[in-house]
Protein backbone atom coordinates (compact mmCIF):
# COMPACT_ATOMS: atom_id res chain seq x y z
CA UNK A 1 0.00 0.00 0.00
CA UNK A 2 2.92 2.39 1.11
CA UNK A 3 4.79 1.27 -2.69
CA UNK A 4 1.32 2.28 -4.09
CA UNK A 5 0.95 5.87 -2.33
CA UNK A 6 4.38 6.77 -3.26
CA UNK A 7 3.92 5.77 -7.11
CA UNK A 8 0.41 7.81 -7.60
CA UNK A 9 1.79 10.87 -5.17
CA UNK A 10 4.64 10.91 -7.99
CA UNK A 11 2.18 10.35 -10.69
CA UNK A 12 -0.19 13.31 -9.02
CA UNK A 13 2.97 15.70 -8.64
CA UNK A 14 3.50 15.37 -12.17
CA UNK A 15 0.23 15.92 -13.22
CA UNK A 16 -0.37 19.13 -11.56
CA UNK A 17 3.11 20.37 -12.38
CA UNK A 18 1.57 20.06 -16.20
CA UNK A 19 -0.96 22.56 -15.15
CA UNK A 20 1.01 25.03 -12.96
CA UNK A 21 2.56 26.74 -16.05
CA UNK A 22 -0.66 28.21 -16.62
CA UNK A 23 -0.59 30.16 -13.08
CA UNK A 24 3.23 31.45 -13.76
CA UNK A 25 1.93 35.07 -14.19
CA UNK A 26 -0.50 35.44 -11.81
CA UNK A 27 -0.31 38.23 -10.30
CA UNK A 28 0.04 37.37 -6.38
CA UNK A 29 -3.11 37.95 -4.87
CA UNK A 30 -4.51 35.48 -7.68
CA UNK A 31 -2.08 32.86 -6.90
CA UNK A 32 -3.41 31.86 -3.70
CA UNK A 33 -7.25 30.71 -4.56
CA UNK A 34 -6.03 29.30 -7.73
CA UNK A 35 -3.50 26.87 -6.21
CA UNK A 36 -6.23 25.72 -3.85
CA UNK A 37 -8.47 25.07 -6.37
CA UNK A 38 -5.21 23.13 -7.72
CA UNK A 39 -4.31 20.81 -4.60
CA UNK A 40 -7.70 20.15 -3.92
CA UNK A 41 -8.29 18.96 -7.45
CA UNK A 42 -4.98 17.43 -6.76
CA UNK A 43 -5.73 15.22 -3.61
CA UNK A 44 -9.79 14.33 -5.10
CA UNK A 45 -7.75 13.20 -8.32
CA UNK A 46 -5.09 10.99 -6.73
CA UNK A 47 -7.40 9.51 -4.12
CA UNK A 48 -9.16 7.43 -6.99
CA UNK A 49 -6.36 6.86 -9.15
CA UNK A 50 -5.23 5.34 -6.21
CA UNK A 51 -8.67 3.73 -5.98
CA UNK A 52 -8.80 2.33 -9.09
CA UNK A 53 -5.25 1.05 -9.75
CA UNK A 54 -5.95 -1.40 -5.98
CA UNK A 55 -9.65 -2.24 -7.36
CA UNK A 56 -10.47 -1.71 -11.15
CA UNK A 57 -13.85 -2.46 -10.04
CA UNK A 58 -14.25 0.77 -7.53
CA UNK A 59 -16.85 2.63 -9.82
CA UNK A 60 -16.35 5.62 -7.93
CA UNK A 61 -12.37 6.24 -9.42
CA UNK A 62 -14.03 5.88 -12.92
CA UNK A 63 -16.23 8.17 -12.14
CA UNK A 64 -14.07 10.79 -10.10
CA UNK A 65 -11.17 10.49 -12.55
CA UNK A 66 -13.77 11.56 -15.55
CA UNK A 67 -15.22 14.34 -13.38
CA UNK A 68 -11.50 15.77 -12.89
CA UNK A 69 -10.59 15.31 -16.74
CA UNK A 70 -14.22 17.05 -17.98
CA UNK A 71 -13.08 19.83 -15.49
CA UNK A 72 -9.64 20.61 -17.02
CA UNK A 73 -11.07 19.32 -20.57
CA UNK A 74 -11.23 23.26 -22.05
CA UNK A 75 -10.14 22.90 -25.61
CA UNK A 76 -8.31 19.95 -24.71
CA UNK A 77 -9.50 16.85 -26.41
CA UNK A 78 -7.42 14.60 -24.95
CA UNK A 79 -9.07 15.27 -20.91
CA UNK A 80 -12.12 14.71 -22.92
CA UNK A 81 -11.63 11.48 -24.23
CA UNK A 82 -10.56 10.22 -21.19
CA UNK A 83 -13.51 11.50 -19.05
CA UNK A 84 -15.68 10.14 -21.93
CA UNK A 85 -14.00 6.96 -21.49
CA UNK A 86 -14.44 6.45 -18.14
CA UNK A 87 -17.96 7.90 -17.96
CA UNK A 88 -18.61 4.92 -20.63
CA UNK A 89 -17.16 2.50 -17.66
CA UNK A 90 -19.55 3.44 -15.13
CA UNK A 91 -22.84 3.29 -17.62
CA UNK A 92 -21.57 -0.14 -18.39
CA UNK A 93 -21.50 -0.99 -14.40
CA UNK A 94 -24.44 1.73 -13.91
CA UNK A 95 -26.96 2.50 -17.05
CA UNK A 96 -29.15 4.31 -14.99
CA UNK A 97 -27.08 6.46 -13.12
CA UNK A 98 -27.85 10.10 -14.87
CA UNK A 99 -25.29 12.24 -13.93
CA UNK A 100 -23.03 9.88 -15.51
CA UNK A 101 -25.40 9.77 -18.72
CA UNK A 102 -25.55 13.42 -18.42
CA UNK A 103 -21.60 14.01 -18.45
CA UNK A 104 -20.56 11.16 -21.19
CA UNK A 105 -23.70 12.74 -23.31
CA UNK A 106 -21.67 16.19 -22.53
CA UNK A 107 -18.41 15.17 -23.70
CA UNK A 108 -19.17 13.43 -26.56
CA UNK A 109 -21.15 16.42 -28.03
CA UNK A 110 -18.04 18.31 -27.38
CA UNK A 111 -15.72 16.07 -29.00
CA UNK A 112 -18.33 15.50 -31.86
CA UNK A 113 -18.70 19.47 -32.14
CA UNK A 114 -14.72 19.32 -32.34
CA UNK A 115 -14.21 16.85 -35.04
CA UNK A 116 -17.19 18.73 -36.73
CA UNK A 117 -15.11 21.94 -36.37
CA UNK A 118 -11.94 20.67 -38.13
CA UNK A 119 -13.77 19.33 -40.75
CA UNK A 120 -14.99 23.02 -41.74
CA UNK A 121 -11.75 24.44 -41.20
CA UNK A 122 -10.17 21.93 -43.74
CA UNK A 123 -12.30 22.95 -45.96
CA UNK A 124 -11.82 26.39 -46.30
CA UNK A 125 -13.51 29.07 -44.67
CA UNK A 126 -15.08 28.38 -41.48
CA UNK A 127 -18.52 28.53 -40.51
CA UNK A 128 -18.12 31.50 -38.34
CA UNK A 129 -16.35 34.02 -41.79
CA UNK A 130 -19.15 32.20 -44.20
CA UNK A 131 -22.03 33.62 -42.10
CA UNK A 132 -19.83 36.63 -41.55
CA UNK A 133 -19.46 37.44 -44.99
CA UNK A 134 -23.41 36.70 -45.45
CA UNK A 135 -24.24 38.87 -42.89
CA UNK A 136 -21.83 42.07 -42.63
CA UNK A 137 -23.54 43.79 -44.85
CA UNK A 138 -26.91 43.66 -43.66
CA UNK A 139 -25.82 45.59 -40.09
CA UNK A 140 -26.86 49.06 -39.76
CA UNK A 141 -24.58 51.55 -38.41
CA UNK A 142 -27.00 54.26 -36.59
CA UNK A 143 -26.82 57.76 -37.40
CA UNK A 144 -25.87 58.54 -33.92
CA UNK A 145 -22.72 56.33 -34.02
CA UNK A 146 -19.74 58.57 -33.66
CA UNK A 147 -16.76 55.86 -34.20
CA UNK A 148 -14.55 55.73 -37.00
CA UNK A 149 -16.38 54.55 -40.16
CA UNK A 150 -16.03 52.78 -43.34
CA UNK A 151 -16.70 54.03 -46.62
CA UNK A 152 -18.92 51.49 -49.42
CA UNK A 153 -18.21 51.42 -52.90
CA UNK A 154 -20.01 51.67 -55.83
CA UNK A 155 -21.85 48.15 -54.95
CA UNK A 156 -23.12 49.16 -51.66
CA UNK A 157 -20.52 47.17 -49.91
CA UNK A 158 -18.20 48.50 -48.23
CA UNK A 159 -14.59 49.03 -49.74
CA UNK A 160 -11.17 47.95 -48.27
CA UNK A 161 -9.17 50.34 -50.14
CA UNK A 162 -11.42 53.74 -49.26
CA UNK A 163 -12.08 52.19 -46.02
CA UNK A 164 -8.88 51.50 -44.56
CA UNK A 165 -6.54 54.92 -44.63
CA UNK A 166 -4.14 56.60 -42.04
CA UNK A 167 -7.30 58.82 -40.59
CA UNK A 168 -9.66 56.29 -39.72
CA UNK A 169 -6.09 54.53 -38.02
CA UNK A 170 -5.63 57.52 -35.85
CA UNK A 171 -9.47 57.87 -35.50
CA UNK A 172 -9.51 54.06 -34.50
CA UNK A 173 -6.54 54.47 -31.57
CA UNK A 174 -8.02 57.42 -30.33
CA UNK A 175 -11.53 55.40 -29.94
CA UNK A 176 -9.96 52.95 -28.04
CA UNK A 177 -7.74 55.52 -25.99
CA UNK A 178 -11.05 56.98 -24.90
CA UNK A 179 -12.41 53.03 -23.79
CA UNK A 180 -14.94 53.12 -26.71
CA UNK A 181 -15.69 50.58 -29.86
CA UNK A 182 -15.49 49.87 -33.15
CA UNK A 183 -18.97 49.51 -34.66
CA UNK A 184 -19.83 45.56 -34.72
CA UNK A 185 -20.35 46.17 -38.56
CA UNK A 186 -16.73 47.58 -39.14
CA UNK A 187 -15.25 45.16 -36.43
CA UNK A 188 -16.38 41.85 -38.35
CA UNK A 189 -15.60 43.46 -41.95
CA UNK A 190 -12.13 44.39 -40.38
CA UNK A 191 -11.82 40.67 -39.68
CA UNK A 192 -12.76 39.87 -42.48
CA UNK A 193 -10.24 41.41 -44.62
CA UNK A 194 -7.66 40.23 -42.34
CA UNK A 195 -8.74 36.66 -42.46
CA UNK A 196 -8.14 37.38 -46.20
CA UNK A 197 -4.99 38.70 -45.56
CA UNK A 198 -3.36 36.30 -43.70
CA UNK A 199 -4.88 32.94 -46.11
CA UNK A 200 -1.88 34.54 -48.82
CA UNK A 201 0.74 34.71 -46.23
CA UNK A 202 3.42 31.84 -45.79
CA UNK A 203 3.51 30.29 -42.41
CA UNK A 204 7.07 31.71 -42.30
CA UNK A 205 7.47 35.36 -43.72
CA UNK A 206 10.67 36.46 -45.74
CA UNK A 207 11.07 40.29 -44.42
CA UNK A 208 13.34 42.75 -45.89
CA UNK A 209 14.36 46.33 -44.41
CA UNK A 210 12.78 48.81 -45.88
CA UNK A 211 13.97 51.01 -48.58
CA UNK A 212 14.15 55.03 -47.18
CA UNK A 213 16.20 57.66 -49.45
CA UNK A 214 18.18 55.11 -51.18
CA UNK A 215 19.50 52.79 -48.04
CA UNK A 216 17.96 50.17 -45.69
CA UNK A 217 15.85 51.36 -42.88
CA UNK A 218 15.48 49.71 -40.02
CA UNK A 219 12.64 47.70 -38.48
CA UNK A 220 11.59 47.32 -34.67
CA UNK A 221 10.88 44.04 -33.09
CA UNK A 222 8.49 44.13 -30.09
CA UNK A 223 7.19 40.96 -27.49
CA UNK A 224 4.35 40.05 -25.63
CA UNK A 225 1.73 42.95 -25.19
CA UNK A 226 -0.71 41.18 -23.43
CA UNK A 227 -3.89 43.25 -23.63
CA UNK A 228 -1.77 46.05 -22.50
CA UNK A 229 -2.94 48.56 -24.63
CA UNK A 230 -1.55 51.77 -23.12
CA UNK A 231 1.21 50.60 -22.77
CA UNK A 232 1.18 50.08 -26.78
CA UNK A 233 0.05 53.48 -27.54
CA UNK A 234 3.17 54.21 -25.89
CA UNK A 235 5.56 51.86 -27.95
CA UNK A 236 4.36 54.27 -30.98
CA UNK A 237 4.99 57.39 -28.94
CA UNK A 238 8.74 56.08 -28.15
CA UNK A 239 9.66 54.59 -31.53
CA UNK A 240 6.98 56.43 -34.12
CA UNK A 241 3.87 54.96 -35.65
CA UNK A 242 3.95 52.45 -37.96
CA UNK A 243 4.53 53.21 -41.66
CA UNK A 244 6.41 51.35 -44.25
CA UNK A 245 9.07 53.14 -43.72
CA UNK A 246 9.07 52.34 -39.65
CA UNK A 247 7.78 48.82 -39.72
CA UNK A 248 7.09 47.01 -36.77
CA UNK A 249 6.73 42.91 -36.05
CA UNK A 250 4.59 42.19 -33.11
CA UNK A 251 5.67 38.52 -32.14
CA UNK A 252 2.79 37.35 -31.06
CA UNK A 253 0.57 36.69 -27.27
CA UNK A 254 -1.16 40.28 -28.68
CA UNK A 255 -4.28 38.98 -25.69
CA UNK A 256 -4.87 37.96 -22.60
CA UNK A 257 -4.73 38.83 -19.01
CA UNK A 258 -4.69 42.40 -20.30
CA UNK A 259 -8.33 43.73 -20.24
CA UNK A 260 -7.23 45.46 -23.19
CA UNK A 261 -6.59 42.81 -25.33
CA UNK A 262 -9.41 43.54 -28.02
CA UNK A 263 -8.01 47.11 -28.48
CA UNK A 264 -4.31 45.82 -28.50
CA UNK A 265 -4.90 43.38 -31.12
CA UNK A 266 -7.32 45.30 -33.24
CA UNK A 267 -5.03 48.17 -33.47
CA UNK A 268 -2.90 46.12 -35.03
CA UNK A 269 -4.70 44.07 -37.59
CA UNK A 270 -6.25 47.22 -38.75
CA UNK A 271 -2.62 48.98 -39.25
CA UNK A 272 -1.93 45.77 -40.93
CA UNK A 273 -5.26 45.33 -43.22
CA UNK A 274 -4.15 49.49 -44.11
CA UNK A 275 -0.70 49.35 -44.49
CA UNK A 276 0.50 45.43 -45.39
CA UNK A 277 4.36 46.70 -44.96
CA UNK A 278 4.42 48.71 -42.27
CA UNK A 279 3.33 46.17 -39.54
CA UNK A 280 4.21 42.15 -39.34
CA UNK A 281 2.55 39.55 -36.82
CA UNK A 282 3.61 36.35 -35.63
CA UNK A 283 1.16 34.02 -33.63
CA UNK A 284 1.54 33.24 -30.03
CA UNK A 285 0.58 30.40 -27.78
CA UNK A 286 -2.21 32.62 -26.44
CA UNK A 287 -3.88 33.01 -30.01
CA UNK A 288 -5.34 29.96 -29.26
CA UNK A 289 -8.64 28.99 -28.36
CA UNK A 290 -8.25 27.09 -25.21
CA UNK A 291 -5.78 30.03 -23.77
CA UNK A 292 -8.47 32.59 -24.80
CA UNK A 293 -11.29 30.35 -22.72
CA UNK A 294 -8.94 30.55 -19.66
CA UNK A 295 -7.14 33.40 -19.49
CA UNK A 296 -9.73 36.42 -20.77
CA UNK A 297 -9.32 37.43 -24.08
CA UNK A 298 -12.49 35.74 -25.04
CA UNK A 299 -14.85 36.71 -21.68
CA UNK A 300 -13.68 40.09 -23.33
CA UNK A 301 -14.92 39.78 -26.91
CA UNK A 302 -18.37 38.40 -25.67
CA UNK A 303 -18.45 41.13 -23.13
CA UNK A 304 -17.77 44.20 -25.77
CA UNK A 305 -19.47 42.24 -28.51
CA UNK A 306 -20.55 38.73 -28.75
CA UNK A 307 -19.81 35.19 -30.15
CA UNK A 308 -19.72 36.04 -33.97
CA UNK A 309 -17.05 37.99 -33.60
CA UNK A 310 -15.13 36.23 -31.23
CA UNK A 311 -15.06 33.16 -33.53
CA UNK A 312 -14.21 35.27 -36.32
CA UNK A 313 -10.67 36.05 -34.21
CA UNK A 314 -10.20 32.57 -33.47
CA UNK A 315 -10.11 32.29 -37.19
CA UNK A 316 -7.86 35.11 -38.06
CA UNK A 317 -5.40 33.84 -35.11
CA UNK A 318 -5.38 30.27 -36.74
CA UNK A 319 -4.20 32.03 -40.31
CA UNK A 320 -1.06 34.12 -38.08
CA UNK A 321 2.00 33.59 -39.64
CA UNK A 322 4.44 31.64 -37.47
CA UNK A 323 7.66 33.01 -37.52
CA UNK A 324 10.10 35.66 -39.65
CA UNK A 325 13.15 35.61 -41.49
CA UNK A 326 14.28 39.43 -41.37
CA UNK A 327 16.90 40.21 -44.13
CA UNK A 328 18.02 36.12 -44.63
CA UNK A 329 19.98 37.02 -40.56
CA UNK A 330 17.23 36.76 -37.89
CA UNK A 331 14.56 34.59 -36.93
CA UNK A 332 11.96 35.38 -34.90
CA UNK A 333 9.70 33.01 -33.85
CA UNK A 334 7.16 33.61 -30.29
CA UNK A 335 8.43 30.43 -28.29
CA UNK A 336 11.25 28.99 -29.79
CA UNK A 337 12.88 25.88 -31.59
CA UNK A 338 12.15 22.40 -31.55
CA UNK A 339 13.73 19.51 -30.44
CA UNK A 340 11.81 16.77 -31.97
CA UNK A 341 13.89 17.16 -35.11
CA UNK A 342 17.35 16.69 -33.48
CA UNK A 343 20.12 19.01 -33.81
CA UNK A 344 21.44 18.85 -30.07
CA UNK A 345 24.94 17.96 -30.99
CA UNK A 346 25.65 16.21 -28.13
CA UNK A 347 23.29 12.97 -29.01
CA UNK A 348 21.00 14.19 -26.58
CA UNK A 349 17.64 14.33 -28.05
CA UNK A 350 15.99 12.86 -31.19
CA UNK A 351 18.56 11.66 -33.83
CA UNK A 352 18.04 14.26 -36.86
CA UNK A 353 20.48 17.49 -38.16
CA UNK A 354 17.66 19.65 -37.03
CA UNK A 355 14.96 22.10 -37.19
CA UNK A 356 15.02 23.80 -41.01
CA UNK A 357 13.02 26.57 -42.46
CA UNK A 358 11.96 24.60 -44.73
CA UNK A 359 9.93 22.39 -42.17
CA UNK A 360 8.65 25.42 -41.03
CA UNK A 361 7.78 27.05 -44.15
CA UNK A 362 5.87 23.77 -44.72
CA UNK A 363 3.77 24.01 -41.37
CA UNK A 364 -0.16 24.23 -42.39
CA UNK A 365 -2.49 26.52 -40.57
CA UNK A 366 -6.24 27.50 -40.68
CA UNK A 367 -6.18 25.21 -37.30
CA UNK A 368 -5.49 25.07 -33.31
CA UNK A 369 -1.92 24.00 -32.63
CA UNK A 370 -1.61 20.13 -31.99
CA UNK A 371 -0.38 19.21 -28.25
CA UNK A 372 2.93 18.47 -29.90
CA UNK A 373 5.60 18.70 -32.26
CA UNK A 374 7.15 21.63 -34.60
CA UNK A 375 4.23 23.94 -34.70
CA UNK A 376 3.22 23.42 -31.05
CA UNK A 377 7.14 23.86 -30.33
CA UNK A 378 7.44 27.37 -32.44
CA UNK A 379 4.58 28.65 -29.80
CA UNK A 380 5.67 26.79 -26.75
CA UNK A 381 9.47 26.08 -26.03
CA UNK A 382 11.75 28.00 -24.29
CA UNK A 383 15.68 28.09 -23.69
CA UNK A 384 17.88 26.63 -21.11
CA UNK A 385 21.74 27.83 -19.91
CA UNK A 386 22.63 24.12 -19.91
CA UNK A 387 23.54 22.07 -23.22
CA UNK A 388 20.60 19.54 -24.32
CA UNK A 389 16.96 19.25 -23.92
CA UNK A 390 14.51 18.74 -20.83
CA UNK A 391 10.82 18.47 -20.43
CA UNK A 392 9.55 22.32 -20.30
CA UNK A 393 8.35 23.46 -16.96
CA UNK A 394 4.91 24.65 -18.67
CA UNK A 395 4.50 21.25 -19.13
CA UNK A 396 4.20 21.85 -22.99
CA UNK A 397 7.16 20.06 -25.09
CA UNK A 398 10.69 21.07 -24.34
CA UNK A 399 13.28 23.49 -23.26
CA UNK A 400 16.22 23.74 -25.70
CA UNK A 401 20.12 24.31 -24.54
CA UNK A 402 22.33 26.72 -26.28
CA UNK A 403 23.99 23.58 -28.49
CA UNK A 404 20.10 23.60 -30.32
CA UNK A 405 20.49 27.25 -30.90
CA UNK A 406 23.92 26.98 -32.08
CA UNK A 407 22.95 23.84 -34.96
CA UNK A 408 20.34 25.41 -36.24
CA UNK A 409 21.47 29.22 -36.69
CA UNK A 410 24.20 27.30 -38.33
CA UNK A 411 21.98 24.91 -40.16
CA UNK A 412 19.91 27.69 -41.70
CA UNK A 413 22.69 30.45 -42.05
CA UNK A 414 21.51 32.51 -39.75
CA UNK A 415 22.90 34.78 -37.20
CA UNK A 416 20.20 35.70 -34.32
CA UNK A 417 17.56 34.21 -33.02
CA UNK A 418 15.05 36.22 -31.44
CA UNK A 419 11.70 34.92 -29.60
CA UNK A 420 8.99 36.59 -26.45
CA UNK A 421 7.01 34.17 -24.45
CA UNK A 422 8.82 34.90 -20.91
CA UNK A 423 8.41 38.13 -18.93
CA UNK A 424 12.00 39.70 -17.86
CA UNK A 425 12.62 42.03 -15.66
CA UNK A 426 14.57 44.72 -18.00
CA UNK A 427 12.25 44.11 -21.01
CA UNK A 428 14.87 41.49 -22.48
CA UNK A 429 17.78 39.02 -21.82
CA UNK A 430 20.74 37.94 -24.25
CA UNK A 431 22.08 34.31 -23.70
CA UNK A 432 23.24 31.42 -25.70
CA UNK A 433 26.52 33.09 -26.03
CA UNK A 434 24.82 36.01 -27.93
CA UNK A 435 22.88 34.12 -29.68
CA UNK A 436 19.62 33.69 -28.47
CA UNK A 437 17.57 36.91 -27.41
CA UNK A 438 14.32 37.22 -25.65
CA UNK A 439 11.98 40.26 -25.98
CA UNK A 440 8.66 41.17 -23.78
CA UNK A 441 7.58 44.38 -23.67
CA UNK A 442 4.69 44.21 -21.80
CA UNK A 443 6.12 46.57 -18.78
CA UNK A 444 4.84 45.92 -15.19
CA UNK A 445 3.05 42.72 -16.22
CA UNK A 446 -0.29 42.06 -15.00
CA UNK A 447 0.15 45.27 -12.98
CA UNK A 448 1.83 43.06 -10.31
CA UNK A 449 5.24 42.14 -11.65
CA UNK A 450 7.73 45.66 -11.31
CA UNK A 451 9.05 44.46 -14.88
CA UNK A 452 10.09 47.19 -17.99
CA UNK A 453 9.19 46.38 -21.12
CA UNK A 454 11.27 46.66 -24.29
CA UNK A 455 11.80 46.13 -27.92
CA UNK A 456 14.69 46.00 -30.24
CA UNK A 457 15.38 48.10 -33.34
CA UNK A 458 17.43 46.44 -36.29
CA UNK A 459 19.32 48.52 -39.17
CA UNK A 460 21.56 47.57 -41.94
CA UNK A 461 23.97 45.63 -39.87
CA UNK A 462 21.36 43.71 -38.06
CA UNK A 463 22.73 44.25 -34.52
CA UNK A 464 20.28 44.33 -32.13
CA UNK A 465 20.04 47.81 -29.99
CA UNK A 466 17.33 47.52 -27.33
CA UNK A 467 14.96 50.33 -25.90
CA UNK A 468 13.54 49.79 -22.11
CA UNK A 469 10.54 51.47 -21.12
CA UNK A 470 8.17 51.49 -17.90
CA UNK A 471 4.69 51.36 -18.11
CA UNK A 472 2.08 54.10 -18.49
CA UNK A 473 -1.48 54.67 -16.57
CA UNK A 474 -4.20 52.90 -17.49
CA UNK A 475 -8.18 53.29 -16.71
CA UNK A 476 -9.05 51.18 -13.67
CA UNK A 477 -9.44 47.88 -14.77
CA UNK A 478 -7.38 45.02 -13.52
CA UNK A 479 -5.73 42.20 -15.22
CA UNK A 480 -8.00 39.67 -15.61
CA UNK A 481 -11.37 41.04 -15.87
CA UNK A 482 -12.83 39.07 -17.91
CA UNK A 483 -10.92 35.62 -17.15
CA UNK A 484 -13.55 32.77 -16.54
CA UNK A 485 -13.18 29.71 -13.64
CA UNK A 486 -10.16 27.58 -14.63
CA UNK A 487 -11.36 24.34 -13.84
CA UNK A 488 -15.43 25.29 -13.15
CA UNK A 489 -14.87 24.82 -9.36
Known sequence: MRAHARIHCCHAT?????????????????????????????????????????????????????????????????????????????????????????????????????????????????AASK???????????????????????????????????????????????DQKLLHRKYM??????????????????????????????????????????????NIFEIGG?????NPYLFNGDFVDRGSFSLEVVTTLIAIKVCMPTALFMTRGN?????????YGFEGEVKHKYDDRVMNLFNDVFQWLPLAGVIEKAVFVVHGGLSTS?????????????????????????????????????LLWSDPQPYSGRAASKRGVGYSFGPDYTKNFLELNNLKLLVRSH?????????????????????????????NKGAFIRFTSDMVPRFTTFTCVPHPNIPPMRYAGNMFGL
Open 341 to 377: MGGAGLGDGPEGKGMTLEAVRAIPRGREPPESGLMSD
Open 188 to 233: MQLLLWALDMFKEMPSLMDISLPIVGGEKGHITVCGDTHGQYYDLL
Open 131 to 177: SAKMDVDAIVVPSDYAGPRMVPGEDGKLDQSKSMTTEFLQELVATFR
Open 286 to 294: HETKNMNKI
Open 14 to 126: SWVASLTYATAHYSPHEILPLRIQLLLLLLWRTSYISAYSLDSTFIKAYYRRGSANYALGIGNLTKLKAARKDFKTVLSMFPKDADARKKYTECDNKIKLAAFSAAIENEGDS
Open 422 to 450: EVKEEGYVVEHDGKCITIFSAPNYCDSQG
Open 241 to 245: FPSPQ
